[in-house]
């Protein structure tokens, strides 16, 4: 039987983190798959581990990782996977930016592929976000293309899945624990020479993101140009 390990990263989501869950649920029961959702609660400092809690007492589908520090986004991901039961795993963010309905083509994707990733900028991906924020991402994807011959036009799409055992040997290799993560792993996925799928998903900037525009862009940069150094 086909099950996936969805996991959510989350820090402070308290006003998100109940309807958002409910709302994936509802629409993973309705593929009819096996599934379980992972909370990565990561040393919040609201009720969001609280919620989690409950949620995970109240549907048999989910489970809650707390941390008592902030670990960053990376980091949470990596222990999660490893915990995860399915046989695939698969990551999104809590403000549910990407379409649920996109999680059809993650399912599908993934049975035949190692690893896979939403992405923002191929011809038929719907994209709602800041012209500034565009032209960041699209400088900082065309560096990783150019740096490590990537083929992948999106690499920090936050909606991604992995046959696990392929995600836990990557880990090993990944050195990045928060935002770098997403873009490390799809380098280190095709420099070690996993089968890599990249398909278009329709994407809706949250206004209240955590990305800090200037500083975390400026240390993705940066990087980039330390991990060009190491392989």
């Known amino acids: 039987m086909f099950m996936l390990s969805l996991v959510f990263p989350v820090y402070n989501e308290e006003k998100n983190l109940e309807k958002n869950m409910i709302k994936t ?56 996977f490893f915990l995860a039961k399915g046989k695939y795993v698969g990551y999104m963010d809590i403000d549910l930016a990407t379409d649920l309905k996109s999680l059809k083509d993650l399912i599908r994707y993934v049975k035949k592929y190692d690893v896979v990733t939403g992405s923002r900028y191929l011809k038929n991906s719907k994209i709602k976000r800041t012209h500034k924020r565009i032209f960041l991402s699209w400088s900082y994807n065309f560096l990783a293309r150019l740096l490590f011959n990537s083929r992948i036009h999106d690499h920090q799409c936050g909606f991604k ?12 290799l990944s050195n990045a624990d928060h935002w770098f993560w997403d873009t490390e792993i799809l380098i280190l996925a095709q420099k070690y020479g996993y089968s890599v799928r990249e398909f278009p998903v329709s994407w809706k900037e949250s206004r209240k993101t955590k990305v800090n525009v200037f500083g975390d862009s400026l240390n993705m940069f940066i990087n980039l140009i330390k991990l060009r150094m190491k392989i």
């Open 25 to 80: 649920m509802e629409f993973l029961n309705k593929l009819k798959t096996g599934y379980e959702i992972i909370i990565a609660e990561d040393g919040s400092t609201d009720r969001t581990y609280e919620i989690g809690l409950r949620l995970s007492k109240k549907y048999k589908n989910i489970r809650v990782l707390h941390s008592s520090i902030k670990l960053g986004r990376g980091k949470a991901l990596k222990r999660a």
């Open 161 to 172: 899945a992995f046959k696990k055992k392929v995600v836990v040997r990557l880990n090993k």
